[in-house]
Nanobody, 124 residues
Framework: QVQLVESGGGLVEAGGSLRLSCAAS????????MGWYRQAPGKQRELVAT???????NYADFVKGRFTISRDNAKNTVSLQMNSLKPEDTAVYYC??????????????????WGQGTQVTVSS
């Protein structure tokens, strides 16, 4: 099976920085798009940033210039460097990956997998 494990969340003051990391493991053949999403209390989950295997990046408008997404294809990891954090960035951040998996008899997917989420809290 495939597992995504996130780390790096926490509490930070407004204007501060945090770095989130996510590692994928399991019967992985290839990871296509990887990304970060977030969900604040009472709100729907929203896209923060995505990065393709070849390095094409897409950011939500509200993080452009403040957040940087990167990935290491050899290690099956994706990171999110968050700078100039604002109280409105407070949310649970989820790692997402679109993955082809190795199954008995062949290949499965691609399917979307999610991490368990990591809390980011920005105080004013």
């Amino acid at each position: 099976q495939v597992q995504l494990v996130e780390s790096g969340g926490g509490l930070v003051e407004a204007g501060g920085s945090l770095r989130l990391s996510c590692a994928a493991s399991g019967n992985i053949l290839r990871i296509n798009v990887m990304g970060w999403y977030r969900q604040a209390p009472g709100k729907q989950r929203e896209l923060v940033a995505t990065i393709t295997r070849s390095g094409n990046i897409n950011y939500a408008d509200f993080v452009k210039g403040r957040f940087t997404i990167s990935r290491d294809n050899a290690k099956n990891t994706v990171s999110l460097q968050m700078n100039s954090l604002k109280p409105e960035d407070t949310a649970v951040y989820y790692c997402n990956a679109n993955i082809l998996v190795i199954r008995l008899g062949g290949v499965g997917g691609p399917s979307d997998y999610w991490g368990q989420g990591t809390q980011v809290t920005v105080s004013s």
